[in-house]
């Protein structure tokens, strides 16, 4: 299944801003964090189609995934 | 939050919020609820500069501020609550002229120390709503924990880069900060702005965010930023929003709360003494060491690992592989021969060097403080950024 994955803040860095990814179906989005080499406890929120989701939730084709890290700046 | 009680407007402060008082959902009866308003704003840095001067020119009666450290040149590019003449003085000194010379009328109340688990109750019992402009993960915690005990609601902003988020968290019936982030990130995973940069407008965005969230609540009106966290791409110019559920596991505003009282913060985030010693590294090297080293002709390879665009701002010399390339390149290193890591401030570098270390380059060590601390203590002619 083809999902749009965007990234955003430090997770661009030696990635992407926004790519399409193929993946196979049934990927949960934890998963889809790995094979990015994105640590799971440096992400602060993924979002399905603009929703919150969980690292265990699995998408569907085509949706749009975005993964934000934690910001703690001020 | 219950609204303050109005306090009666003087004839000069009439004219002088007559904007408001011409809008409905302000009136007299707003502004003098934001008159008798007290809000505390945790830091006096990115996002508490323009909060703190739109909340006081805004007519906020009391302004707290909690604040210890001092201007320093490179806060000028976003802290605009500070000017040129103020490098070197208290933030809080500044902060309070600043704040009279905008509106005499308001109170200024400067706590000049680090906010603790011992002092947060005490400070922020004085005050309606709490503003986090804090720059660190445990400060966020320790403000997040003492809104939920105390009642208060918790304004939240951070920034990094092009990207902000905003809140309000610990309202009546909504989730705190740890519904959102239950758990801190390990030590050194996120870098600070101090690290990673943060554009200078950004923390004027989204403090201003949180000063218009801080507003309708001492006013009562509008929709808060309650159970929702919205997010700011500047490089975009989005705004996006993920609702926040409110956690019944959460162990501070939950169900069953474990947490009942403050905490140690800084070892809940595993930041005492220092991420490189949280998380079990320690080979390092001071600054001192290396330039003996170097004047006595037997200096180790250096490798610096900032990124390029910070290339051109210094350099102490050595060879030069950006952190996200390091394991890409580890084949132009040799893992038998002592090597220096050095970045701006030591925190990169000593993710690096331990990241080495597990690579069988057991000669690695990190240059403690980095380009900061040899600018400081060796050469002041390499320039601090």
New interface residues.
């Given amino acids: 299944m083809k999902l749009t994955v965007k990234l955003f803040a430090t997770f661009r860095q030696g990635r992407f801003a926004e790519a399409e990814l193929e993946l196979a179906e049934g990927t949960t989005l934890g998963s889809l964090a790995d094979g990015l080499r994105i640590p799971r406890e440096e992400i602060g929120i993924l979002m399905v189609g603009g929703r919150h989701a969980e690292l265990a939730h699995r998408p569907a084709p085509g949706d749009v995934v975005a993964i934000f890290p934690l910001l703690g700046g001020g | 939050m219950a609204t303050p009680t109005p306090s009666a407007l003087a004839d000069d402060e009439v004219q002088r919020y007559a904007r408001h008082l011409v809008m409905p959902e302000v009136g007299r009866d707003g502004q003098e609820r934001i008159k008798a308003a007290r809000v505390l704003c945790v830091?006096a840095?990115?996002?508490?500069s323009p909060l703190l001067l739109y909340l006081g020119a805004a007519g906020v009666g009391t302004l707290g501020i909690v604040d210890f450290d001092v201007v320093d040149v490179s806060n000028l590019q976003r802290q605009v609550i500070h000017g040129t003449p103020d490098v070197g003085r208290k933030k809080l000194a500044s902060a309070a002229e600043r704040l009279r010379a905008v509106n005499p009328h308001v109170q200024v109340r400067p706590f000049e120390t680090r906010l603790t688990s011992q002092n947060a109750m005490e400070i922020l019992q004085d005050f309606d709503v709490v503003v986090?402009?804090?720059?660190?993960?445990a400060t966020?915690y320790l403000v997040n924990d003492a809104c939920v005990l105390s009642g208060k609601p918790n304004v939240h902003?951070?920034?990094?880069?092009?990207?902000?988020?905003a809140s309000v968290f610990s309202a009546p019936g909504g989730p705190c900060y740890r519904c959102l982030?239950p758990?801190p990130?390990?030590p050194g995973?996120?870098?600070?702005?101090a690290e990673?940069g943060?554009l200078g407008i950004l923390?004027g965005l989204v403090g201003l965010i949180q000063a218009t969230e801080t507003l309708k609540l001492l006013l009562g009106k509008g929709d808060p930023l309650v159970g929702r966290?919205l997010?700011v791409?500047a490089l975009a110019m989005r705004f996006?929003e993920?609702?926040?559920r409110k956690d019944p596991a959460c162990p501070v505003c939950g169900e069953r709360p474990t947490v009942t009282g403050l905490i140690d913060y800084e070892a809940f985030c595993g930041t005492r003494g220092g991420p490189l010693e949280a998380r079990g590294m320690g080979a390092e090297m001071t600054v001192e060491e290396l330039a003996a080293r170097r004047q006595a002709g037997d200096e180790p390879l250096l490798l610096d690992v900032r990124e390029p665009h910070e290339l051109r701002i210094c350099s102490i010399g050595g060879l030069h592989i950006p952190m996200?390339?390091v394991p890409a390149r580890l084949g132009e290193l040799d893992p038998s021969r002592e090597l220096v890591v050095y970045c701006r401030s030591g925190a990169r570098s000593g993710q690096v060097v331990a990241f080495l270390r597990q690579r069988g380059f057991a000669r690695a060590v990190n240059l403690t403080g980095g380009i900061l601390a040899w600018a400081d203590r060796v050469d002041q002619k390499v320039a601090k950024y």
Avoid: H, M, W
Wanted: with cysteine; aromatic share 10%.
């Fill in positions: 830091g840095g990115g996002l508490g986090d402009g804090t720059d660190n993960f966020r902003g951070a920034v990094f880069r092009f990207e902000g988020q982030y758990e990130p390990p995973t996120v870098p600070s702005c990673g943060v923390p966290l997010l791409d996006r993920v609702k926040i996200n390339e």
